[in-house]
């Protein structure tokens, strides 16, 4: 599927739930991998949340989200303990019902019966799925995730919650993949800010931003040119390494992630 | 200053405002600061958002934080480049005129000139400042944040936005500290669930959260007790240490961040 079976281009967000990466404990790496992956496939991220194990704060979120974008994403609080609440949430914002889903209770069989390890109640809490669901498989620990309507349920193990996603990410409707060109020197970003600026009100298609930057005791700036026209990046690209290049910088240009 | 001093618990919320961020170019490590900071002063952090370089993105974060929050943060646009918005929304956010401060640009003035470079009219920029703010000192490179009533707008830059932030930490009303202890074994988080829920019901003033990992080819799982009251942590601790000892396990406690 490419961006011209869809006439408008798709956005997402994502709802990370959890009191651990809140406080600090747990550094979060899942925003990171999906922006980057979800840019790949012509599907931009525009907006993460993080809120509480808190049941209103996870309905307001994905209410308020799932309204204006085209794919939602969760991760965390799927797992067997009392602080795993997305499942009941996610059915509460759309007003569905929680109930045992034979598959995947199957699912859950299966793969602790192989493991000598008792189904008990604890577990057995996530084979519940919201009434009218699609499970989404967890090749690494079973206890799936699910998709209502445009929200996709995953884990938060980083490692479960890329499984999962890579499994779903055929039936996700992307746009143009999203390149990235950046160009970087040791240039302080104040002394092309005016030309950027410029150049930016001439190529409204590309996004231009300027992240600067201090390794060791020199300063710097990357310059990252985003869009979907490879041609154009490179035009823009081009431009801005002149701008460095007549401030007497040997700027550096590459395509990034 | 103590909680004492006041009758709510103080929490807080972060915008982190930036492309950069939702496209995975940059991984941001503010939100893991900040929680972290807070947290040891007693001031929880309730929500993040992640939010692009866009006006209406940004006012709606700001607005519908800063009522339901005693403190709100902001980090990232406030450079001299044309993506660094962050001061006119957040202005726009209150109803507040954007104007040039004389002390924000004495400091610039004095900053630039020392380095022999031109404060330009990019770099002017960052002494425009809503009406009312109360300026947030930048040690590093000068351009300062600024506070509006109860958000606080800080540099994107780790390093920057670190130095400010303790600047005004002393400003900050805080509660009593939340403390956290980690129990720590090979448990299978599925073989405590249920108990971890009871324990949950029994001690409401802790937050008791499970989180497993998996370490090369074993898994387990981190019980994390947090709240106030040391002594009521280390009880709720010895009783998971109890759970896990019962299935054969030799768990670490300790507190953690």
């Known amino acids: 599927?490419?961006?011209?079976?869809?006439?408008?281009?798709?956005?997402?967000?994502?709802?990370?739930?959890?009191?651990?990466?809140?406080?600090?404990?747990?550094?979060?790496?899942?925003?990171?991998?999906?922006?980057?992956?979800?840019?790949?496939?012509?599907?931009?991220?525009?907006?993460?949340?993080?809120?509480?194990?808190?049941?209103?704060?996870?309905?307001?979120?994905?209410?308020?989200?799932?309204?204006?974008?085209?794919?939602?994403?969760?991760?965390?609080?799927?797992?067997?303990?009392?602080?795993?609440?997305?499942?009941?949430?996610?059915?509460?914002?759309?007003?569905?019902?929680?109930?045992?889903?034979?598959?995947?209770?199957?699912?859950l069989e299966a793969h602790y019966g192989e493991r000598h390890t008792d189904l008990n109640e604890a577990r057995l809490r996530m084979a519940h799925i919201p009434e009218g669901a699609d499970l989404i498989d967890n090749p690494v620990s079973a206890a799936p995730g699910f998709r209502l309507e445009n929200v996709h349920v995953l884990a938060g193990v980083p490692s479960i919650m890329r499984a999962m996603f890579d499994g779903i990410a055929h039936t996700l409707t992307g746009g143009a993949p999203i390149r990235s060109l950046a160009v970087t020197s040791h240039v302080r970003e104040g002394d092309i800010a005016g030309s950027l600026g410029d150049l930016q009100n001439r190529y409204p298609d590309t996004d231009i931003g300027s992240y600067p930057f201090a390794k060791g005791n020199r300063i710097g700036a990357s310059v990252v040119i985003r869009g979907t026209d490879p041609h154009m990046l490179q035009e823009v690209g081009d431009q801005v390494a002149k701008l460095m290049r007549d401030l007497g910088e040997d700027p550096e240009m590459g395509e990034v992630a």
Chains 1, 2 share one sequence.
């Not at 408008?8 to 922006?35: C, F, K, M």
């Not at 808190?54 to 994905?62: C, N």
């Open 1 to 107: 599927m490419s961006a011209a079976t869809s006439t408008v281009a798709p956005i997402a967000a994502l709802v990370i739930i959890g009191n651990e990466i809140l406080s600090g404990r747990t550094h979060d790496v899942n925003g990171q991998w999906l922006g980057s992956r979800l840019a790949g496939m012509g599907i931009p991220l525009k907006e993460i949340r993080v809120v509480a194990d808190d049941k209103d704060a996870i309905v307001e979120a994905v209410n308020a989200l799932r309204s204006r974008n085209t794919y939602v994403f969760t991760t965390g609080g799927i797992g067997p303990t009392h602080d795993d609440i997305t499942t009941e949430c996610v059915a509460a914002a759309f007003g569905a019902r929680v109930v045992l889903n034979p598959e995947a209770k199957r699912r």
